[in-house]
C-alpha cells in the first residue's frame, strides 16, 4: 500500500519523490511506502492551511460540530476497515483495534465535536470601576501536531480534533512507523466535507519532517506525545520562538497493591494494565509493588493469568498479544530483559522471542515479569514501554509511595486499596497527572490528561485541550 500526504484536500507525493518502505510487524516484511517528505512538502501544507485559516476561524460552532461529528460517523461506519488497516501497519491485536483504537478516534471528534458548542470564556465585573472585562478565545492560526506509534489513530486524533474544533487549521505529522489510519483518515475528512486544507497530513521522518513543523515561524503552537528526550529537543527549538506547547511524554508507572484490594477484580486488571497493547501504552502500570502479606500469593496467580494470554498473529480473534511494532524496538526491549538479568531481577515469567509459524520474521515476544531485589535498577526506572513488567513486595504505605515517587517521570499511578483514607493520602501524595483508584484506563475525555516531571507539560482533554488551541484576549470595557 503505497500512501501520499494530504494536503489541501487533495493526495499529494512529496516533492524529493522519496520513500520510505513501510513494515508489517507481523511477519517483518515490507508491504508498502509512505513519503519521505521535506521541508518542502511542509511548507506546502502550511501554505494550504494559511490559506483556509481566514474562512474556518469565522465558520459558526454549529457547521464546525456538524463536520465533526460526521467523521466520527464515517470513522464508525469503516471501523472494521480502519481496524484491519491499525492492527496490520502497527502488530497489536485486531480486536483491540476494534474495540479501542478506532472507537475512541470516533470519539474523539465526536467528544470535540460536542464541546466546542459548550465551550465558554469568562467576563469579570471590576465592580467600583464602571467596567467588564470579557475574555475572548480565539484561534492560534495554523498549528502542528505531532503523534507517535502506540495508539496511531486514537493519539492523532486526541489533537486533530480539538485543534479544528477551536477553529484552527493544522500541519499534522504521525509516527513514520504507523502511517496508514492516518492517511486513510485524509479521505474520511474529505467525503465529511471539512474544507480543503484545514486539516494537512505529511508523512516523513521525525528528524525531518517533525523538524521542519517544529522550526517553522509561523507555526505558532505544537501539541507533541511521543518520548521524553524528543520531547525536550521540541522544547528547546520551539521555546526561543515562544511557540505554545502541549508535550506529553513517556511514563514509568506505579501500579500499587494493597492487601485488602477486591483481588479478582485487581489480578484481572493488573494482567491488563501490563500487557494491553503488547505493552506499548505510556499510562501502563509497569511497576508493581505488592503489599507482603499478599505478595506469594499474587506473585503465583499473576504468572498463572499471563501464561494463559495468547501470543499470535494480530489479525487473529484470539490473539491477546500481536506484535512489537518495529524490529528496532522489539531489540530494545529484549536489550533491558538482558539488564534485568544482570542487575539480578529474576525472571519469573517469559523473556524470550517467539517464533510463529509463517510468520518467522514478526516481532513476537513472550509477556515478561521480572521480579526485582530493589527498585534501584535500570528496569525499574527506564521506560521500556513493551510486555515487560517488574515486581517487588512492600511493607508500609510511607516505603510504597517513596519508592512510587522515585522516578523522573510522573504520568499516572494505579492504586488498589478499599481504604477511603489512605486512598486520599495516597492520591495527593502520588506525584503523577492521573491517579486511577480500583480501575485502570478508566478514560472520561472531559477530564485533563497529562504528566508531571519528565512526563511532560500541559493537560490535554475536555476544555483544557480548547485552551491550549486557543489565545485569551481579554478586552476591558469602561462604561
Ligand atoms: P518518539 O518521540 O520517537 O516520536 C514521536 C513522534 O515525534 C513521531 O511522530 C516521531 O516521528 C516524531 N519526531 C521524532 N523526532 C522529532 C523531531 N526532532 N521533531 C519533531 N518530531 C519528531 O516517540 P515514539 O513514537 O517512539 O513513541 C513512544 C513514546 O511516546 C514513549 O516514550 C511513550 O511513553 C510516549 N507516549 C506518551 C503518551 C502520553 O500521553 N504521555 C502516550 C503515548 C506514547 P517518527 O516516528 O517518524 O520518527
Known amino acids: 500500500m503505497n500512501i501520499q500526504n494530504y494536503i489541501n484536500g487533495k493526495f499529494t507525493p512529496p516533492f524529493s519523490n522519496e520513500w520510505i518502505d513501510n513494515y508489517c510487524p507481523a511477519d517483518g516484511k515490507v508491504y508498502g511506502q509512505i513519503p519521505n517528505s521535506s521541508k518542502a512538502d511542509v511548507e506546502n501544507a502550511y501554505t494550504a492551511a494559511k490559506l483556509a485559516f481566514p474562512d474556518w476561524s469565522k465558520t459558526t460552532l454549529e457547521t464546525r460540530s456538524r463536520i465533526l461529528i460526521k467523521i466520527s ?20 491485536p485486531i480486536n483491540l483495534a476494534k474495540t479501542v483504537d478506532i472507537p475512541r478516534a470516533a470519539s474523539n471528534f465526536r467528544f470535540f465535536g460536542n464541546a466546542i458548542t459548550q465551550f465558554a470564556s469568562e467576563s469579570h465585573e471590576s465592580v467600583g470601576h464602571n467596567a467588564i472585562n470579557y475574555t475572548l478565545r480565539q484561534p492560534i492560526g495554523v498549528v502542528g501536531c505531532i503523534s507517535p506509534w502506540n495508539l496511531p489513530l486514537y493519539l492523532f486524533t ?65 501539541s507533541f506525545t511521543g518520548g521524553t528526550a524528543t520531547g525536550a529537543h521540541i522544547a528547546k527549538v520551539a521555546a526561543p520562538m515562544f511557540k505554545k506547547l502541549s508535550l506529553e511524554l513517556g511514563g514509568k508507572n506505579p501500579n500499587i497493591i494493597f492487601a485488602d484490594c477486591d483481588y479478582n477484580d485487581m489480578l484481572e486488571t493488573t494482567v491488563r494494565s501490563s500487557f494491553a497493547n503488547q505493552g506499548q501504552i505510556c499510562l501502563c502500570g509497569s511497576r508493581i509493588f505488592v503489599e507482603a502479606p499478599i505478595y506469594e500469593k499474587f506473585k503465583t496467580d499473576f504468572v498463572e493469568k499471563v501464561k494463559q494470554l495468547k501470543v499470535g498473529h494480530p489479525s487473529k480473534e484470539d490473539t491477546n498479544i500481536g506484535a512489537l511494532v518495529s524490529k528496532p524496538h522489539l531489540e530494545k526491549v529484549m536489550q533491558y530483559i538482558n539488564i534485568a538479568k544482570q542487575e539480578n531481577g529474576t525472571i519469573l515469567y517469559g ?72 486512598t486520599m493520602r495516597m492520591s495527593n501524595k502520588l506525584q503523577s497527572g492521573i491517579v486511577w483508584v480500583n480501575t485502570w484506563m478508566l478514560r472520561d475525555l472531559r477530564t485533563p490528561f497529562g504528566g508531571v516531571k519528565d512526563s511532560g507539560m500541559g493537560r490535554e482533554g475536555g476544555f483544557e485541550a480548547l485552551r491550549f488551541f486557543t489565545e485569551a484576549k481579554n478586552v476591558c470595557i469602561k462604561y
Not at 510504597?400 to 499516572?412: C, F, R
Request: a negative charge; one cysteine or more.
Open 351 to 422: 523473556g524470550h522471542k517467539i517464533t510463529i509459524a509463517d510468520y518467522e520474521n514478526g516481532y513476537y515476544l513472550e509477556p515478561t515479569i521480572i521480579e526485582v531485589p530493589t527498585d534501584e535498577c535500570r528496569v525499574n526506572q527506564e521506560e521500556i514501554f513493551g510486555p515487560v513488567v517488574t515486581i517487588m513486595p512492600f511493607n508500609t504505605e510511607a516505603e510504597v509511595l517513596q519508592i512510587a515517587n522515585k522516578v523522573k517521570y510522573g504520568l499516572s499511578a494505579t492504586l488498589w486499596t478499599n481504604d477511603l483514607k489512605r
Open 73 to 92: 460517523e464515517l470513522l464508525e461506519a469503516n471501523l472494521q476497515r480502519f481496524a484491519e488497516a491499525e492492527s496490520k501497519d502497527n502488530g497489536k
Open 158 to 222: 486526541w489533537k486533530i480534533a480539538p485543534a479544528i474544533a477551536a477553529g484552527n487549521c493544522v500541519v499534522a505529522k504521525p509516527s513514520e512507523v504507523t502511517p496508514i489510519t492516518a492517511y486513510l483518515l485524509g479521505e474520511i475528512c474529505t467525503e465529511a466535507g471539512l474544507p480543503n486544507g484545514v486539516l494537512n497530513i505529511v508523512h516523513g521522518l521525525g528528524t525531518t519532517t517533525g523538524q521542519a513543523i517544529v522550526e517553522h515561524p509561523d507555526i505558532k503552537a505544537i
